[in-house]
Antibody
Framework: QLQLQESGPGLVKPSETLSLTCTVSGGSISSSSYYWGWIRQPPGKGLEWIGS???????YYNPSLKSRVTISLDTSKNQFSLKLSSVTAADTAMYYC????????????????WGQGTLVTVSS | QSALTQPASVSGSPGQSITISCTGT?????????VSWYQEHPGKAPKLMIYEVSNRPSGVSNRFSGSKFGNTASLTISGLQAEDEGDYYC???????????FGGGTKLTVL
């Protein structure tokens, strides 16, 4: 059974960089069949797709966050990571990692496995 | 404000049926058959319940069904059970630089 687990600091100071890692078990992030993505949910608000990465390193980012987001992967550790720079209180949210299908496939448009999420608070 | 509009809350009694709507535009919900639905319980990973408007992943109860008419998609849960209580989110492909958009979520209460 595929499992995803987010990890990282729960508190980040304003203007600093938020860094999270998603560890994948029960499957390989080097598979050519999937993208690996990050989604967030601010308190009391809906979900927002942040971006996704393919095993080759190809990425898609939400244009509203693109200037501040970097998603990378470490195939040796079966992990992928999120960095969000210059954070503000508006970046306080539950952050999820998830798997979806390859670009160009219908499965690109839904996430079939998710992590439980990790809450990140931006505050001094 | 979320890209797709969902009611904030719905409720129903055990055994009843409820429907959650997800309204978008012709650039997302109305333009593609790529609507998906997710169930979220506190402290647990969100779960895919419906994909491509009406398809159920393996293991999801057939009490859950999806449909679409125009720019509005719907999730129907029949034979409501206490375990169905939780938050539900819709998602859709969008013909823009943001290929994936979500709804604001609906809290389902089983009375």
């Amino acid at each position: 059974q595929l499992q995803l687990q987010e990890s990282g600091p729960g508190l980040v100071k304003p203007s600093e960089t938020l860094s999270l890692t998603c560890t994948v078990s029960g499957g390989s992030i080097s598979s050519s069949s999937y993208y690996w993505g990050w989604i967030r949910q601010p308190p009391g608000k809906g979900l927002e797709w942040i971006g996704s990465i393919y095993y080759s390193g190809s990425t898609y980012y939400n244009p509203s966050l693109k200037s501040r987001v970097t998603i990378s992967l470490d195939t040796s550790k079966n992990q992928f990571s999120l960095k969000l720079s210059s954070v503000t209180a508006a970046d306080t949210a539950m952050y999820y990692c998830a798997r979806h299908g390859v670009a160009g496939a219908t499965s690109f448009y839904y996430f079939d496995y998710w992590g439980q999420g990790t809450l990140v608070t931006v505050s001094s | 404000q979320s890209a797709l509009t969902q009611p904030a809350s719905v409720s129903g009694s055990p055994g009843q049926s409820i429907t959650i709507s997800c309204t978008g535009t012709s650039s997302d919900v109305g333009g593609y058959n790529y609507v998906s639905w997710y169930q979220e319980h506190p402290g647990k990973a969100p779960k895919l319940m419906i994909y491509e408007v009406s398809n159920r992943p393996s293991g999801v109860s057939n009490r859950f069904s999806g449909s679409k008419f125009g720019n509005t998609a719907s999730l129907t849960i029949s034979g409501l059970q206490a375990e169905d209580e939780g938050d539900y989110y819709c998602s859709s492909k969008r013909s823009s630089s943001t290929p994936l958009v979500f709804g604001g979520g609906t809290k389902l209460t089983v009375l």
